[in-house]
């Protein structure tokens, strides 16, 4: 019996090579699908896209604050839509950035070890419920709620019921993305911090989130990114109204709102609403990819770098 290793025995050496290339082929080709899937999606956008703006002026369409797409006569300004749709993510921020920040100090802060495996389990539930069911709660319970208490002239499809609830989505993101990069400070800082005669409140504000800021930006902006997408959870709390106001009691669409109406309607492939819905789609890509730019340029340029 050889008592060789099994990577000195003849042929072992090719062999292993041989496995390695196959290995490496198939991690090209899954970083490869990534790339195709990115490109063949800005493709089709463009393309589709460039369709509509043969028919429709693109400085109407990005100037325009009248939408009309089903009603004549017709209007395509997406200023409306985009409006709409940055309200219902600014209300939604307004919301989970200071709930998910003070959340996440305390899980990583304050919170036993056992009390933590318990709440942030629990706490990361909400981003697996469905996004539909979160447009019932908020059809069923945010509304009633506020019509009940603060808003009694208050209708049943309101911007304000939808940030609410898009807030209520996007807060999960934010605890977790905050509390590991404030885990992620050195403890040595917290004991140079507490030696110094520091409390723990005053670690927490003057040392650990400054340290933990650009994580915390980019669990912002990642934030908005996925408010800004929304769709489900949206469409059935603001309701389909393109009108263009800042009163976040209206009743509002949103971009996405538009496309579920257009996709799933009778809405022939030629016409100019169904070509709008590219136009439409593509001007949520560009904001939805400049918001992810933005928050790795944040990362990069803001990182400390402990030894």
Known sequence: MSVLPAV????????????????????????AIGVVTTV????????????????VSPLDFFTGTRWSASILPYAFGVIPLITSTLMIAAIALVIAVPLGVLAAVWMSEFASQRVRAVVKPVLELLAGIPTIVYGFFAITVITPLLKATILPDLGTFSALSAGIV????????VASLTEDALRSVPRSLREGSYALGATRWETVRRVLLPAALSGIAAAVILAMSRAVGETMAVVLAAGTNPQFTLDPTKSVQTMTAFIVQISLGDTPAE????????????????????LNLISAWIVRRYRNVYE
């Open 8 to 31: 000195l025995r003849p042929g072992s050496a090719a062999k292993t090579r041989r496995g390695e290339q196959l290995i490496e082929f198939f991690l090209r080709a899954a970083a």
């Open 40 to 55: 063949g999606i800005v493709t089709v956008l463009v393309v589709e896209a460039s369709f509509f703006f043969l028919e």
């Open 166 to 173: 898009v807030g209520i989505l996007v807060l999960p993101l």
């Open 271 to 290: 016409s100019i609403q169904f070509k709008a819905l590219f136009a439409v789609g593509a001007t949520l890509f560009a904001m939805t990819f400049t």
